[in-house]
């Protein structure tokens, strides 16, 4: 989960890369958080993805993350 002050790393982060350059650790650190951001709005997306359902034209339900996001039915 990413919180608001890993956020404000990242941003302090980039920041510092345009004004000045990062270390080698500073460009490590950018990397892993960035790519845990990524991970954490992925996995979002997924799980808002698979809660949509849709009603059809005979008026039955499809449950979309059931049918194409390998939701497990219950």
Known sequence: MITQEMI???NQLYHKSQDVGLTQEEKLEQ??????Y????????RANLNSISIQEADGTITDLGKKYGGVKTE
Not at 40 to 45: A, K, S, V
């Open 8 to 10: 404000d790393r990242i």
């Open 31 to 36: 990397k892993e958080l960035r790519q845990e």
């Open 38 to 45: 990524i991970q954490t709005i992925r996995t979002n997306m």
